[in-house]
């Protein structure tokens, strides 16, 4: 079994405070939604966690299995066992998925022999076309073409930490559907003497978590944690929106802000 644990997690770009003290902590098999509107910092996170140049780390840790996850560079990350599904995957050019899957592989000491046999599996299972998977990664790639990709190659290196920044993004229902039913079905497969994979799902829409099954809903406002439940706390976001959870604190930053007030004109 994994943890991913982050504590106080504190993180600014371009000069500004975005994470105020994040603390969430992940085991393997575990699905772990963090919802939040535009703005909250849930992208932010997810790029601290797989360290995505431009952002500073203030306070706080982020550990995989006891290892300083912040002191490593992003690949090392990743062949640690971290995976980050962008919100929108990068095009690559000149660098072909099978190829890209096939170093991935190696580098974490792992068996390719059977690659061709497992991608042709993953396209199958997820609606993935064949004619890509010896193709530029993601060039001229539709939306949810896009994500069925990012799916599979999730799938086939086995993370032990997935974090979907806006899965459902982009995407049709049918490839919705596809790629959160498959993150789900990683989140329980023991199979092959396997961990479950623990998932960290960050998205505003409950849409996403119609497959794929949280087990805990964190709803992250301002750069903070501001309430944590079970999966009905998805079902009153979904009827109730995020203002019921914007903490007292931030109103009243908001109304001072908004009428010109003193907060403003003595900031710094
Ligand atoms: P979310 O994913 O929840 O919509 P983000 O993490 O993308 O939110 O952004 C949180 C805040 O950080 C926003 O106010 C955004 O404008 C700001 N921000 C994010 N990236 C940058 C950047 N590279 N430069 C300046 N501000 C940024
Ligand atoms: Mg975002």
Not at 199 to 215: F, G, M, Q
Request: glycine share 10%.
């Amino acid at each position: 079994m994994s943890t991913l644990e982050i504590r106080g997690l504190r993180a600014s770009v371009a000069g500004k405070q975005i994470l105020r003290g994040i603390d969430l902590t992940l085991r393997s098999g575990e699905v772990h939604a963090v919802m939040g509107p535009n703005g909250a910092g849930k992208s932010t996170l997810s790029a601290v966690i797989m360290g995505k140049p431009g952002y500073e780390v203030l306070a706080g840790s982020v550990t995989l299995d006891g290892i300083d996850v912040l002191a490593l560079p992003a690949w090392q990350r990743a062949t640690a066992g971290l995976h980050l599904i962008m919100q929108y995957p990068t095009e690559v050019p000149g660098v072909m998925l099978d190829a890209v899957l096939g170093e991935a592989l190696i580098s974490r000491g792992r068996d390719t022999s059977t690659l061709g046999q497992v991608l042709l599996a993953e396209a199958k299972r997820i609606g993935f076309e064949e004619r890509f998977l010896h193709r530029p990664l993601n060039v001229d790639l539709s939306g949810g073409e896009k994500k069925r990709n990012e799916t599979l190659q999730l799938a086939v290196l086995r993370a032990k930490f997935a974090i979907l920044d806006e899965l459902d993004s982009g995407l049709d229902i049918d490839a919705l559907r596809d790629c959160s039913r498959r993150v789900e079905d990683l989140s329980n497969d023991t199979s092959d003497g396997h961990e479950p994979m623990g998932v960290l799902a960050i998205t505003h829409y409950s849409r996403l978590l119609n497959e794929l099954k949280p087990d805990h809903v964190h709803i992250l406002v301002k750069g903070r944690i501001v309430t944590s439940g079970g999966p009905e706390l998805a079902d009153v976001l979904e009827s109730d929106g995020y203002a019921a959870f914007v903490p007292e604190e931030d109103l009243i930053d908001e109304a001072t802000a908004s009428s010109g007030g003193l907060d403003g004109l003595f900031a710094l």
